[in-house]
């Protein structure tokens, strides 16, 4: 009996590591996979953008000053730039005021609550919406607003798109900054009633300091997305061609999506290499936001350890 149960154990313990190397396989697989694809497009993107960079009177420093033509080599990317630069500037600000406030009452403040359970829900749902249904509603009431606002405009400026696209990864902001505030220990909290802080003194200087490293983390997520929409801006009036940078909050403008969405949809192949070069300007944009993050994040943290 002995025998036969040790052969038993010895069969299943064969079975389980003979699953969990074929799950590791699997996993191994599924990166290399995903690093060949990633290797393969930036390839594909950057032979491009050399190509056009080959043309005669292309230069680095014409694709970065210069505004949008109908010649190629005459185009740039500066009024997108610009335009990115200042909607990016909004969303940020507005969705980590407003995402990690509301993180900060869901957590400390009604947690448990059937009003926080309600808000619970409608923010997962909010999570699964599309984009191009965020570019309705900007234009349903943000844009009409302005429009209100500033009477003889139409109201399609950069501060719409900014608000447009903070609705958009609030829900990701709101959901990582919960996770983070929740990740803090309970002790901290306990140390600071006991010493006799406020409700309020312990979760600005004692629990959002901790959690602000994981906060950064979902800010990071969520603006890598924001940063590469299109469809939302296209819907709520983003222009196509704009031959100058926005110079405040209310101006028309463009970004980057839509600059490179424009080139591309062009039947000259002069156009399609401009784009990837657009391309190559929003990627080195994109991981220089991502990169302050996350010096900022990792100096939060020694911080926190020192």
Not at 253 to 259: G, R
């Amino acid at each position: 009996m002995a025998t036969e149960t040790e052969n038993n154990y010895r069969h299943r313990l064969a079975n389980r590591k003979r699953t969990a190397s074929i799950f590791y396989a699997v996993c191994v697989g599924a990166v290399i996979l995903a690093l060949v694809m990633l290797v393969a497009l930036l390839y594909s993107v950057i032979s491009e953008a050399i190509a056009w960079f080959n043309l005669d009177g292309t230069s680095i420093i014409t694709l970065l000053t210069d505004i949008p033509s109908s010649k190629a080599v005459n185009s740039g990317l500066l009024p997108a730039i610009v335009g990115t630069l200042w909607v990016m500037v909004i969303c940020i600000f507005v969705s980590f005021t407003v995402g990690v406030s509301a993180a900060i009452y869901l957590e400390e403040y009604s947690s448990g609550s059937r009003l926080a359970e309600l808000i619970q829900i409608n923010i997962q749902n909010l999570a699964a919406v599309p984009s191009i249904v965020y570019g309705i509603l900007g234009l349903s009431i943000f844009v009409t607003f302005f429009v209100w606002l500033a009477p003889g405009t139409d109201g399609k400026n950069v501060t719409a798109a900014g608000l447009t696209l903070a609705l958009l990864i609030m829900p990701v902001v709101i959901v990582s900054s919960q996770e983070a505030i929740r990740a803090v220990p309970s002790s901290i909290r306990e140390g600071g009633f006991a010493l006799g802080a406020t409700k309020w003194q312990v979760v600005w200087r004692l629990v959002l300091p901790q959690a602000m490293p994981g906060v950064l983390t979902g800010i990071i997520l969520a603006v890598s997305r924001a940063m590469g929409e299109a469809a939302p801006l296209v819907i709520m009036g983003a222009l196509s061609f704009v031959p100058f940078a926005p110079a405040h909050p209310l101006d028309r403008f463009t970004v980057l999506p839509i600059q490179i969405y424009v080139w591309i949809s062009k039947p000259q192949e002069e156009f399609h290499h401009l784009a990837a070069a657009g391309i190559i300007v929003l990627l080195v944009m994109l991981l220089g936001m991502n990169a302050f993050a996350i010096l900022l994040r990792n100096r939060l943290q020694k911080n926190q350890q020192g």
